[in-house]
Structures are given as structure tokens and as C-alpha cells.
């Protein structure tokens, strides 16, 4: 019989409630890897990622009589995630090296969520972003990224040229790809919103 079979994961956060380590180390096994790729992909410090990891579930077990789950264990535990990659981030405001790590992650993460968000949710930080770019490159951007715009119909919509629009939309990314690596706060919320699309 394979071991999912036997995993009832109501029966385990019941014992778990009830001090059961069993049902704790059952539950840690079930979840800690996809945790930690959860968490290691926006952090990509496996040391890091390791001991968010052992302080969610050390906290599960000090708080485990007062456990509420509303959906699933595994959404309450990306929301757990989440709130530590944000903690961890908010630290590295205060120190340089982690800043400088984190405009690397940045950097080789952009094109990543730009492509994993789901536009249409008029996130406040990506129009904030998009107002820091001249009228004509935020436009193309909005109709070719946020629209499903092909560059000719962009070009036909603005009256401009093909060749126009694919420059104005790679000066438009660059310069948010610059405005999100001086705003870790900001790039922050698209990070973990990308999280939350490919969860």
C-alpha cells in the first residue's frame, strides 16, 4: 500500500492538537520538503530556507493546542512561509550584504514574475511602478503585457511602429526592473505573489 494511502491528514492535526509527536513528525514529513522549496526559491539561501523551515514547525508544535486550520494544512503553511520570507526580509533593510543578495535575486527573478502574475488583479505596487514610466512606454506596457497586445496591434492602436513598440516596452522593463531591485518592499509583494500563482 503506498504511504499517501495512509496519510489522513484530519486524524493527524486532531492528535497533533492533542500532543501527539507522532502525528507532529508524520505531518513534518509529509510537508517540510515542499516548504522548503517554497521558501528556498525566493530566499535561495538553503541555510536560510532550512531553518524558516524548523521555526514554522517548532511554532506548530508550541501552539499546537490553539492550531486553527481553515482550508488546508499545506495553504497554512504557505501563508507561514510567507509571513518568514517577508520577516527575513524586512531584516535585510538593515544590512547590506543581504540587501546587495537580494537585488541579485531581483534581478535573475523578474522575468519570472512578470510572467507568473496575474495582471488583471491590479496589484497597487505594479501600478505604482508603472507610474514612474513616461506616458507612451507605460501605455505600450499596459497594452502588451497586461492586455495580451501583439506588437503590431499595439503599434496600430498608439499609431507608432512595430520596431517603436518593442523598443519602448524594453526601456519600460528596464527601467521597472530598476525600480523594483530600489524598492525591496515593493518587489517583495510580486515575489510572494508569484509564489502564491504557482502554489
Same mark, same amino acid.
Given at each position: 500500500?503506498? /504511504?499517501?494511502? $495512509?496519510?489522513? #491528514?484530519? %486524524?493527524?492535526?486532531?492528535?497533533?492538537? %492533542?500532543?501527539? /509527536?507522532?502525528?507532529?513528525?508524520?505531518?513534518?514529513?509529509?510537508?517540510?520538503?515542499?516548504?522548503? !522549496?517554497?521558501?528556498?526559491?525566493?530566499?535561495?539561501?538553503?541555510?536560510?530556507? @532550512?531553518?524558516?523551515?524548523? @521555526?514554522?514547525?517548532?511554532?506548530?508544535?508550541?501552539?499546537?493546542? *490553539?492550531?486553527?486550520?481553515?482550508?488546508?494544512? %499545506?495553504?497554512?503553511?504557505?501563508?507561514?512561509?510567507?509571513?518568514?520570507?517577508?520577516?527575513?526580509?524586512?531584516?535585510?533593510?538593515?544590512?547590506?550584504?543581504?540587501?546587495?543578495?537580494?537585488?541579485?535575486?531581483?534581478? #535573475?527573478?523578474?522575468? &519570472?514574475? #512578470?510572467?507568473? =502574475?496575474?495582471?488583471?488583479?491590479?496589484?497597487?505596487? $505594479?501600478?505604482?511602478?508603472?507610474?514612474?514610466? /513616461?506616458?507612451?512606454?507605460?501605455?505600450?506596457?499596459? =497594452?502588451?503585457?497586461?492586455?495580451?497586445?501583439?506588437?503590431?496591434?499595439?503599434?496600430? *492602436?498608439?499609431?507608432?511602429? /512595430?520596431?517603436?513598440?518593442? @523598443?519602448?516596452?524594453?526601456?519600460?522593463?528596464?527601467?521597472?526592473?530598476?525600480?523594483?531591485?530600489?524598492?525591496?518592499?515593493? =518587489?517583495?509583494?510580486?515575489?510572494?505573489?508569484?509564489?502564491?500563482? !504557482? &502554489?
Amino acid at each position: 500500500m503506498r /504511504p499517501d494511502l $495512509l496519510y489522513d #491528514e484530519n %486524524a493527524l492535526l486532531r492528535q497533533l492538537k %492533542a500532543g501527539d /509527536p507522532a502525528a507532529f513528525t508524520a505531518l513534518y514529513r509529509h510537508h517540510s520538503e515542499s516548504l522548503y !522549496a517554497g521558501i528556498l526559491r525566493l530566499v535561495k539561501i538553503s541555510q536560510v530556507a @532550512e531553518e524558516m523551515v524548523q @521555526e514554522i514547525f517548532t511554532r506548530i508544535w508550541h501552539k499546537r493546542h *490553539e492550531l486553527t486550520i481553515e482550508t488546508s494544512f %499545506a495553504a497554512y503553511l504557505h501563508k507561514a512561509g510567507q509571513n518568514q520570507v517577508i520577516d527575513f526580509y524586512r531584516k535585510l533593510q538593515r544590512d547590506r550584504r543581504l540587501f546587495n543578495h537580494f537585488k541579485a535575486i531581483a534581478t #535573475e527573478n523578474y522575468s &519570472h514574475i #512578470e510572467e507568473q =502574475l496575474t495582471y488583471s488583479e491590479k496589484i497597487v505596487v $505594479l501600478q505604482k511602478a508603472l507610474d514612474t514610466l /513616461p506616458p507612451q512606454q507605460k501605455k505600450v506596457y499596459q =497594452l502588451c503585457k497586461m492586455e495580451g497586445f501583439s506588437y503590431k496591434a499595439a503599434a496600430s *492602436e498608439l499609431g507608432i511602429s /512595430p520596431f517603436t513598440v518593442k @523598443e519602448y516596452l524594453t526601456k519600460a522593463r528596464h527601467t521597472l526592473k530598476s525600480y523594483f531591485q530600489s524598492h525591496p518592499d515593493a =518587489l517583495l509583494v510580486l515575489l510572494l505573489a508569484a509564489m502564491s500563482e !504557482a &502554489h
